[in-house]
């Protein structure tokens, strides 16, 4: 009997100990389940009191929790957002039928119309073409004696130095005009969109013609030719000038005699420029902006407009 107070005492003291272990893990899941809150720029929150009255949070449900948080979370701008390919018309020259479609890309034919933008490239590529050979004479460039006309006082009239003074005729010019270059920058990323912009105002409004073969002129048809195909397709100046965009011929093509052969698109370069009241004929690598926005209508080979789009795709990321 003595030996069995101890054993006892331990038997209690254990099964105490038992209860407080399952009241702790009773706890612990119980703050697992409740939201955990911590500091945060705004506000203070307490973490839920661990007292072992409190009730569990219920979790809902795994598909609910994916479809809540997945309408909760916000939608990035560029995801959804699909731009489907544009569908161009290829045509046949010179009958000018529809052959065929081809597509291109949103972003090389279907941009919004930035005339900021186009305004940059219209003005960037106004500066490179001034000339900038403006030039006066300044005093010392002029030729002539450097003596004093008259004493500086006593005579009553302006103080006057040489002959090459900007005050008499034949002097030299002060603060005129020098050579110098009216070049201004301009990124060719943003001048590259500029050009897909332009083509995009065309195309939205249906004067992006897109030829399936070349544009060229056989020899029975010159200038009176031209005359009568701008007429019967309204494409003459009562209409708006038409702009013929061809892509660049072979060059190093000689005859026997050493003489360079003249290509059929240069015939109708040559022919355009006598029919320049109905428009213009260019190769695709003289064209810029201000062409593409200045004529009625844009008539381009499917090779030079490739080339153009394959050049001017610099700002593109994707």
Same mark, same amino acid.
């Given at each position: 009997?003595?030996?069995?107070?101890?054993?006892?005492?331990?038997? @209690?003291?254990?099964?105490r100990s038992f209860r407080r272990l399952q009241v702790s893990e009773a706890l612990q899941n119980t703050q697992c389940l409740a939201p955990r809150l911590t500091r945060s720029y705004a506000t203070h929150t307490k973490l839920p009191g661990a007292s072992p009255t409190n009730e569990a949070v219920a979790l809902p449900s795994t598909s609910r929790t994916t479809k809540s948080a997945a309408a909760s979370k916000p939608e990035p701008p560029s995801a959804?957002?699909?731009?489907?390919? $544009? #569908?161009?018309? #290829?045509?046949?020259?010179?009958?000018? &039928?529809?052959?065929?479609?081809?597509s291109y890309r949103y972003h090389h034919?279907? #941009?919004?119309?930035?005339?900021?933008?186009?305004?940059?490239? $219209? @003005?960037?590529e106004g500066d490179a073409t001034r000339q900038g050979t403006? =030039?006066?004479?300044?005093?010392?460039? @002029?030729?002539?004696?450097?003596?004093?006309?008259?004493?500086?006082? %006593?005579?009553? !009239?302006?103080r006057l130095s040489d002959k090459k003074s900007p005050m008499l005729r034949g002097g030299g010019v002060a603060h005129g005009p020098h050579p110098r270059d009216f070049a201004t920058? #301009?990124? =060719? +990323? $943003?001048?590259?969109?500029?050009? !897909?912009?332009?083509? =995009?105002?065309?195309? +939205?409004?249906g004067e992006l013609i897109v030829l399936r073969n070349e544009v060229k002129l056989d020899s029975n048809q010159g200038p009176r030719w031209l005359h009568n195909f701008f007429e019967s397709h309204g494409w003459g100046k009562g209409n708006g000038r038409t702009l013929l965009v061809a892509q660049a011929p072979a060059s190093g093509r000689f005859d026997k005699n050493g003489n360079e052969l003249l290509d059929t698109k240069d015939h109708l370069i040559e022919a355009m420029e006598q @029919?320049? &009241?109905? %428009?213009?004929?260019?190769?695709?690598?003289? $064209?810029?902006?201000k062409d593409l926005l200045a004529f009625g209508r844009i008539v381009i080979e499917g090779k030079a407009l490739d080339q153009i789009l394959r050049e001017r795709s610099k700002d593109m990321t994707i």
């Open positions: 009997m003595a030996h069995a107070a101890p054993a006892t005492q331990n038997l @209690v003291a254990f099964s959804g957002k699909f731009h489907p390919p $544009v #569908l161009t018309t #290829l045509y046949s020259w010179p009958s000018m &039928e529809p052959t065929s479609y081809k034919l279907n #941009l919004p119309i930035r005339k900021d933008i186009l305004h940059r490239a $219209v @003005v960037f403006a =030039s006066t004479k300044h005093r010392t460039q @002029v030729h002539g004696s450097a003596r004093k006309l008259r004493p500086q006082k %006593g005579t009553g !009239r302006a920058d #301009l990124p =060719s +990323k $943003v001048y590259d969109l500029a050009y !897909r912009t332009a083509l =995009s105002y065309r195309y +939205k409004k @029919v320049g &009241e109905h %428009g213009e004929a260019q190769y695709v690598h003289d $064209v810029d902006v």
